[in-house]
């Protein structure tokens, strides 16, 4: 088992290796590409540098070890397994990086969508401790572990609970994520609004996936800065959902509002289609803040005194999927 201030070196050691971008780690990501064809490279590149820059530097380290008092050495380290969603590039990751820092061992099944990024970085591990295969490994069926974290949607949820709810677990559901805009929006704002909505194709549960606008909002600034996605017309898996939500609203004779890039819908559901974002008109702010306060579909809401534009996609050690504390749920097992 390794000590606390050697896994620690070790991800310190992984975060500097991903920024060094080597060519090794390039082809990897274009191997990812080739698998998944939604893992674009830059997408892929981006994840993983807000993961080192974000989780594996030595004072986030160091400062979460304090935090939640993981000790030098863990006397009886339990066996978790992971589930990993595969919905953008490195997603499960989080969930292994808390195991291996508060000194657990991880059974990992990872997504068959995500599959080659976290091996590849896992292997550089191994290459530069051969013992941390002890401490992680893969497997199909998880079996015999002492805890469980699984990420799915609603329905794999279901059978997560019927399998694992015996065990200590983190059943994580499908999510989604909001803005509240005011009409006061800078163009700067709006344009990181278009990460937001816009980053990994829209796909993660920290993508804004709706907007909530004072009536008479007028569309055409957040329109303009969408542009600078336009290159997504481009990719075909993203064009065809793109030309599908299109035929939709044409049959139905329904209004939208488009830049080429994506459609905008007025629409009350929070989630909405690839390609789609969706809007509702309010005159109180203070309603619609007490609907979202009551939905636990909600993952984050971006907007002036919420997560701040832009940064919807790039969160802290802290902001857990779900607002489960995952290093609590580890250290207290």
């Known amino acids: 088992m390794l000590n606390l201030q050697h896994r620690i070196d070790l991800l310190v050691q992984l975060g500097e290796f991903i920024l060094e971008n080597n060519s090794d780690w390039e082809d990897a990501r274009q191997r990812a590409a080739y698998a998944n064809a ?10 993983a540098k807000a993961i080192a820059t974000e989780f594996l530097t030595r004072p986030v380290l160091e400062s979460i070890t304090t935090r939640y008092g993981i000790p030098e050495e863990v006397q009886q380290p339990k066996t978790i397994g992971i589930v990993m ?34 091996r590849f970085l896992l292997t ?36 997560f609970d019927y399998y694992f709810g015996k065990y200590p677990h983190i059943i994580r ?29 829209g796909l993660g549960c920290r993508n804004v996936t709706k907007l909530y606008v004072p009536t008479a909002y007028s569309f055409e600034p957040v329109l ?3 542009r600078k996605y336009s290159f997504f017309f481009e990719h075909s898996k993203f064009k065809n959902n ?13 209004y939208y509002m488009t830049n080429g890039s994506i459609l905008l819908s007025e629409n009350e559901a929070v989630f909405s289609p690839i390609s789609q974002l969706n809007y509702s ?44 504390d995952t290093m609590t749920f580890l250290v207290t097992l």
């Open 124 to 159: 550089q591990l191994y290459q530069w401790e051969v013992t941390i295969q002890n401490q992680t490994g893969f497997a199909e069926m998880l079996k015999g572990c002492d805890a469980y974290i699984a990420t799915g949607s609603d329905n794999s949820a279901r059978y």
């Open 281 to 324: 008109f309010y005159t109180d702010k203070s309603a619609v803040e007490k609907e979202l306060d009551g939905n636990n579909s909600i993952q984050c809401i971006v907007g002036h005194g919420y997560t701040p534009f832009g940064q919807a996609q790039v969160p802290g050690w802290t902001d857990y999927a779900d607002g489960v």
């Open 224 to 226: 303009e800065a969408m």
């Open 173 to 201: 559901k499908n999510r989604t994520s909001v803005a509240i805009l005011d009409g006061t929006e800078t163009s700067e704002e709006l344009e990181k609004l278009a990460d937001d909505t816009h980053l990994y194709f």
């Open 38 to 47: 939604w893992f674009i490279p830059q997408f892929s590149d981006l994840a």
């Open 242 to 254: 793109y030309d599908y939500q299109l035929a939709i609203h044409l049959l139905n004779n329904k």
């Open 85 to 118: 969603a595969g919905n953008i590039p490195l997603v499960g990751f989080h969930d292994w990086l808390c195991v291996f820092l508060s000194g657990h061992n991880a059974l990992i099944k990872p997504s068959g969508r995500d599959n080659i990024l976290f």
